[in-house]
């Protein structure tokens, strides 16, 4: 399963998120881009690895593969967003309900 880095992309860990969350949501709307595009990003990685670490035998079950497929729809279906958070370009009112979702 591909994890979704880019070479200009942090590599965040829980901590880090952590770290900026109060941050989000205080008025900097380009602020809160990057903050929710380095979150989503995070829990994408995170689901790849918890995915690519299951034994062969449940990566190759009918219910693993399904997993997959699900991970893989999901990345596609997000990227358009994650390019335009990336780029700090996302319309104000879905970067602000993001900021409601990602901060509970």
Request: charged share 35%; aromatic share 6%.
């Amino acid at each position: 399963i591909r994890i979704s880095r880019d070479d200009d992309d942090p590599c965040d860990t829980v901590e880090d998120i952590k770290m900026i969350m109060p941050d989000i949501n205080k008025g900097n709307w380009r602020r809160d881009q990057e903050i929710i595009y380095r979150y989503l990003k995070l829990l994408l990685d995170f689901w790849a690895e918890q995915l690519n670490s299951r034994p062969l035998e449940v990566k190759q079950s009918r219910k693993g593969m399904m997993s997959t497929a699900n991970l893989r729809q999901t990345q596609t279906y997000l990227q358009p967003m994650l390019d335009k958070l990336k780029k700090r370009c996302l319309q104000e009112d879905i970067s602000e309900s993001l900021c409601l979702i990602v901060h509970h």
